[in-house]
């Protein structure tokens, strides 16, 4: 069964950081490109940032410069390392994986809160 397991949300003040963990598991990852989306209350699912099995990257242009995703293909783990946080990064973060054959698979998610 594949599974995808986000960790490392939760609550933080403005301009802080979060390391959000996504670990897949269930088939070979590795040939897969990866990514985490958010979506905030009320609003449409948003791509946040993707990596492709040849750590070809990809950001929204909200997040960059301050947000980095990485991936150890061995482990079948996707990172996004969030810095200068701020109130409108609020959202629940979810993993994604997208296998060579065209399958999409997500996790549950994890919420981050930015908030004094």
């Known amino acids: 069964q594949v599974q995808l397991v986000e960790s490392g949300g939760g609550l933080v003040q403005p301009g802080g950081s979060l390391r959000l963990s996504c670990v897949a598991s269930g088939r070979d990852f590795s040939r897969a490109a990866m990514g985490w989306y958010r979506q905030a209350p009320g609003k449409q699912r948003e791509l946040v940032a993707t990596?492709?099995?040849?750590?070809?990257?990809n950001y929204v242009d909200s997040v960059k410069d301050r947000f980095t995703i990485s991936r150890d293909i061995y482990k079948n783990t996707v990172s996004l390392q969030m810095n200068t946080l701020k109130p409108e990064d609020t959202a629940v973060y979810l993993c994604?994986?997208?296998?060579?054959?065209?399958?999409?698979?997500w996790g549950q998610g994890t919420q981050v809160t930015v908030s004094s």
């Open positions: 994604s994986a997208r296998s060579s054959e065209g399958n999409d698979y």
């Open positions: 990596i492709t099995s040849t750590y070809s990257t």
